[in-house]
């Protein structure tokens, strides 16, 4: 077992413990796409150079039939939270090793943001590398958080993780 391969699983035991122990699921999983992991790395991005980010996931199904959990958070690189947040998985698509998801968010712990974003649609993206880093993409990064976006919609895998993996089944 490789160890990309050790990492996913160790990281699908602590999703599913995490996002889905922590509060009843409402579906089984369904047939048709599976994206399972965490993984992260430190942020480029002007003005949050080297914070550290990691996207949590357990989502399964397709489109119109889809269920899970997601989790993020961000911190500075002193360990200030930017944000932290997580939410329902409302649509799963996928096509090889590029999956879409999107889903509402549940719970936001986000000082400074100045609005809620509880109820609100996001999107991620999400690129399974089986010999090389992940990469993932998140809507907000390109028009903002307080914007909700269609169902099964996201950006294209722009952020390449340094640690953990997923899994795009």
Known sequence: MTIKAKITAI??????AATLGATQANAAPVPGAAVIGSAGGPLTFPGYDNDPVRFDFAAFGEPGKSSGRFHVNHV?????????????????????SLAILTGV??????PGLPI??????????VQDVPRGHDRIGWSWAYGGIEHDVLPCTGPVPFFETSTGGYLVR
């Open 116 to 125: 809620t974003v509880v109820g609100r649609r996001v999107g991620f993206s």
């Open 11 to 16: 990281a699908v035991l602590a999703v599913a």
């Open 76 to 96: 500075t690189k002193d360990g200030k939270l930017v944000a932290d947040f997580d939410g329902k998985v409302d649509c799963v698509s996928r096509a090889g």
């Open 105 to 110: 968010i549940e719970r936001a712990d986000i």
